[in-house]
């Protein structure tokens, strides 16, 4: 069955979906990485794929930007479309001293300036994190294809033009890049049973006013890439 996002019928996607944010990442993976792919979705141009790597059934699907827009595209595949793990390949700003460009960040863990948590009624502070299946997977296959990786905090914000410069408090707690979708997925994950992991490539350190162009952020960042799918086929 489509839904108001999303087109197709259960099938038109595979158990595992990568999920970029920009779906002409999306489209560039797909002409590039997936064997017989095809165009599952285009409603709202937020692209969608299907197709296999290296034998195994994989579906790559944008994501929009923010929480609300992944929240939605997230929880109609796990829902509706019986998706069982989302990888999302996306761009994180680098903020611990450490982070460079172009660094593969795995989120093992999102804290968040969001209040996404407060539908679900709890009485205290959810803790959204990473499948440690997902997490191992990905931490062992970068070792294989010697992609250095760096595995900790991720800050989920609801701002990318946040007025009260507080990426240094950030850093202080040692978060090692900020994004703006990694507790959504990770929270409808949770709430869905399902797996969800955060594959970042740092396209920006913005303490240190360093940054990588829009073109580079569409089309390469191919680590990321490998990295995800080398996952999927080693799990």
Request: glycine content about 8%; overall charge negative.
């Amino acid at each position: 069955m489509s839904t108001p996002h999303l087109q197709g019928n259960k099938g038109d996607y595979a158990p595992i979906v990568l999920m970029p944010g920009d779906p002409l990442r999306a489209k560039y993976i797909a002409e590039n990485y997936l064997d017989h792919a095809r165009l599952v979705n285009e409603i709202r141009g937020m692209l969608g794929y299907t197709g296999t790597y290296q034998g195994i059934p994989v579906s790559v699907q944008g994501s929009g930007m923010g929480m609300p827009s992944l929240g939605i595209y997230s929880y109609e595949l796990y829902h509706f479309f019986d998706v069982k793990s989302i990888i999302r390949i996306g761009t994180a700003g680098g903020i611990a001293p450490e982070v460079k460009l172009r660094d593969v960040i795995l989120g093992q863990a999102s804290c968040t300036n969001s209040n996404y948590a407060a539908q679900y009624r709890l009485p205290g502070t959810f803790a959204p994190i990473a499948s440690f299946r997902l997490l191992k997977a990905a931490a062992e296959t970068a070792q294989l294809l010697q992609i250095p990786a760096q595995i900790g905090n991720l800050f989920c914000s609801d701002t990318f033009y946040d007025d009260a410069n507080s990426l240094e408090d950030w850093a202080k707690m040692h978060v090692l890049g900020i994004e703006m979708e990694s507790a959504a997925l990770y929270m409808n994950a949770a709430r869905a049973g399902k797996e969800a992991l955060c594959i970042c490539t740092v396209s920006d350190c913005p303490l240190r006013h360093e940054f990588t162009s829009a073109e580079e952020r569409q089309n390469g960042f191919t680590n990321m890439m490998k990295l995800a799918l080398e996952t999927v086929r080693n799990l």
